[in-house]
């Protein structure tokens, strides 16, 4: 699901879970981004502006999430031409 100016969630891709790893990249114009597993998915959000906040939402008791907000790497691999493949 995702979320974008409103309360209702609207379908997006396959459901994340144990073990997924996702990524997200903000461009410059601020298009929002996620990859799972390393693979790129479709623009969840366009000219998104101002303060962003990450936050993570999880459905069960007790889950928990690894966040990396620097030094682990990143899994999704940018094409040579500077260009991602879903743009």
Do not use: H
């Amino acid at each position: 699901m995702k979320f974008v100016e409103t309360g209702t969630g609207l379908a997006y891709g396959e459901t994340f879970g144990a073990g997924d790893v996702v990524g997200c990249l903000v461009s410059e114009e601020g298009d929002v981004k996620f990859t799972r597993n390393g693979v790129l998915l479709d623009v969840a959000a366009e000219g998104v502006k101002g303060k962003l906040i990450p936050a993570v939402g999880m459905r069960s008791l007790g889950a928990k999430a690894k966040i990396n907000f620097g030094p682990g790497g990143f899994r999704y691999k940018r094409s040579t031409d500077g260009k991602d493949e879903k743009s």
